[in-house]
């Protein structure tokens, strides 16, 4: 079974350009997380999508922002970029998560970001 | 708040020796979810482990087991027979489902370096 896929692996950007990553979740699967991992900040939630809905967003400023498409891939876009949005950005997907049992988080390879 | 400290940064042994990695958590919810993933230098987040907040029994996999008290709020991991291949970096996590939230809220991450 294939697992949750990531493009690209690594993307380099000027400070005000606009990135875009793209997920594909493990088959199956129709709940999307995204999460940043920053040099020393460690590994912060950044947006959960489930059924082409956005159902949580971290502590991000609103130039993050994505969607989920019917297939249950997803997009990450963050608008105007800063240096600091330099990271690893890993895409993880679970089975529906709307109960409250916690189904596991399987995660992609990532794509790293360097905002130049 | 939810919060995962995992007080060591960084490990390092040689081969063949034990090693634990330390996990403390904070959660008011008394339904949760405890996780360990490994984070090789390739980038991916392998999991290895899910735990209940209500299933307290210890699990052993092979050369790794898993240590769960309540009463202490700890999740500690143990590598016995350690190998080079262990090298990593190990995040702990806490799922608790507060307000449809249902994200993973990581440990700074423990560094382990296995030595031949």
């Known amino acids: 079974e294939a697992g949750v896929t990531q493009s690209p692996t690594h993307l380099i950007k000027t400070r005000g350009q606009q990135a875009t990553l793209r997920c594909s979740p493990i088959?199956?699967?129709?709940?999307v997380y995204w999460y940043q991992q920053a040099l020393g900040l460690g590994l912060q939630f950044l947006l959960w999508?489930?059924?082409?809905?956005?159902?949580n967003r971290g502590n991000f400023p609103p130039r993050f922002s994505g969607r989920q498409f019917p297939n249950y891939s997803s997009e990450l876009n963050v608008n105007a970029l800063e240096l600091e949005d330099s990271a690893l950005y890993l895409c993880?997907?679970?089975?529906?998560?709307?109960?409250?049992?916690?189904?596991?988080?399987?995660f992609g390879p990532g794509t790293r970001l360097t905002v130049l | 708040a939810q919060k995962v400290t995992q007080a060591q940064t960084e490990i390092s042994v040689v081969e063949k020796e034990d090693v634990t990695l330390d996990c403390v958590y904070e959660t008011r919810d008394t339904t949760y979810y405890l996780f360990w993933y490994k984070q090789p230098p390739s980038g991916e987040l392998v999991f290895l482990i899910r735990r209940n907040s209500f299933d307290e029994q210890n699990e052993i996999s092979g050369r790794y087991s898993w240590n769960f008290q309540k009463s202490t709020s700890s999740f500690n991991f143990t590598i016995t027979a350690s190998q080079v291949v262990d090298s990593a970096v190990y995040f702990c996590a806490l799922r608790t489902i507060i307000q449809g939230a249902q994200k993973l809220v990581f440990g700074q991450g423990t560094r382990l370096t296995i030595n031949p």
């Open positions: 088959s199956g699967h129709t709940s």
């Open positions: 993880a997907s679970s089975y529906r998560a709307l109960t409250r049992e916690a189904d596991t988080q399987y």
């Open positions: 999508y489930d059924e082409g809905e956005e159902r």
